[in-house]
């Protein structure tokens, strides 16, 4: 499986972004699929996950209200719009295809893509 991210880019604070992963080889339409990001020093965390069971969205905190992840079942790929960006949403941004429960939080994401880099300048 491989997962392609695309769209990311340098944006003013307050603008907006939108990204994009295409999936290819072995079918992940089963996985739940996420967003994550990771800035210079910090760890990598995730930002949004949707659920492949009922489509069901997680989203973290600081990203609430201004992030909408999505999934194109047809297509195959997920997509993150970025409204209202702010500096410390800066990172590189990877998609990431696995399991996700939505009780616990745990998460085991199998597959990787290559990171985009998202930069929000002040």
């Known amino acids: 499986v491989q997962l392609q991210a695309s769209g990311g880019g340098l944006v003013q604070a307050g603008e907006s972004l939108s990204l994009s992963c295409a999936a290819s080889?072995?079918?992940?339409?089963?996985?739940?699929r996420a967003w994550f990001r990771q800035s210079p020093g910090k760890e990598r965390e995730p930002v949004a996950i949707?659920?492949?069971?009922?489509?069901?969205?997680y989203y973290e905190d600081s990203v609430k209200g201004r992030f909408t992840i999505s999934r194109d079942h047809v297509k195959n790929t997920i997509n993150l719009q970025m409204n209202s960006l702010k500096p410390g949403d800066t990172a590189v941004y990877y998609c990431?295809?696995?399991?996700?429960?939505?009780?616990?939080?745990?998460?085991?994401?199998?597959?990787w893509g290559k990171g985009t880099q998202v930069t929000v300048s002040s």
């Open positions: 080889g072995r079918t992940t339409s089963r996985d739940d």
């Open positions: 949707i659920l492949q069971s009922d489509s069901s969205t």
């Open positions: 990431a295809s696995g399991v996700f429960d939505p009780v616990s939080h745990y998460y085991d994401m199998y597959y």
